[in-house]
Structure formats: structure tokens, C-alpha cells
């Protein structure tokens, strides 16, 4: 069974920080592209971070120089770490995987106007001022 789990998120006060996990099972990382997004209430879903499966990476700009994404594929784990926290990252925040366009199913929400693969169920981020 194919899974993306989510884990790591929790309440922060601002300039505080976090590391969520994402940790797939069913495929490997290797194979895919993997992103976080967000989605705060009455918000579209938004791309915070991705990782390609040769390993470059893309931040949206509210978030460049504050967090960072990394793998590692010996334990099947996207890592989003979020330094200096501010009220406005508070969002539920997921993994997705693409695979391929070939592969990609409609999901949650569209991110940046595109489909993915594989889908978490997310983890909630509060950041209190």
C-alpha cells in the first residue's frame, strides 16, 4: 500500500521552529520529485518547498532563507525544516510525490495549478505572535 505519512507539526510561538517529516512507503524516493505545500483555512493550497529526485530544490520566496528541505532515501523521508516561524506559516502543511506526469491523480487541492502522484493527510502548524 502506498502511503505518505506526515509527523512534526505542533504549536510554536513566532521566531520558533519545527521539522516535519514525511515518510513514504510503497515507492521510493528515488524515483520522484516530492513537495510541501500548504493550506490555510479559506486559502488555496500553496507550494512551500520541492526536492527532485536528483536533488534540486525550490523554495517560494515567502519562505527562502527561513526553511529547508531535505531526504534521505535510506529511510524513505522528506524532511521541511522551518526556522524563525511567523503567524503566517500557521497552515495545515502536506507532502505530495510525482512520479511522473503520467501517474499524477487528482488530489485535495491543485498546487501551483498541478496534479501529483501521491498525497499525505497533512500535519497542522500553528504559529502564535
Known amino acids: 500500500e502506498v502511503q505518505l505519512v506526515e509527523s512534526g507539526g505542533g504549536s510554536v510561538q513566532a521566531g520558533g521552529s519545527l521539522r516535519l517529516s514525511c515518510t513514504a512507503s510503497?515507492?521510493?524516493?528515488?524515483?520522484?520529485?516530492m513537495v510541501w505545500y500548504r493550506q490555510a483555512p479559506g486559502n488555496e493550497c500553496k507550494l512551500v518547498a520541492s526536492?527532485?529526485?536528483?536533488?534540486?530544490?525550490y523554495y517560494a520566496d515567502s519562505v527562502k532563507g527561513r526553511f529547508t528541505i531535505s531526504q534521505d532515501n535510506a529511510k524513505n523521508t522528506v524532511y521541511l525544516q522551518m526556522n524563525s516561524l511567523k503567524p503566517e506559516d500557521t497552515a495545515v502543511y502536506y507532502c505530495?510525490?510525482?512520479?511522473?506526469?503520467?501517474?499524477?491523480?487528482?488530489?485535495?487541492?491543485?498546487?501551483?495549478?498541478?496534479?501529483?502522484?501521491?498525497w499525505g493527510q497533512g500535519t497542522q502548524v500553528t504559529v502564535s505572535s
Open positions: 505530495a510525490a510525482d512520479l511522473g506526469q503520467l501517474t499524477v491523480v487528482a488530489g485535495p487541492c491543485k498546487i501551483d495549478g498541478r496534479w501529483y502522484t501521491y
Open positions: 510503497g515507492f521510493t524516493l528515488d524515483d520522484s520529485d
Open positions: 526536492v527532485s529526485s536528483i536533488g534540486s530544490t
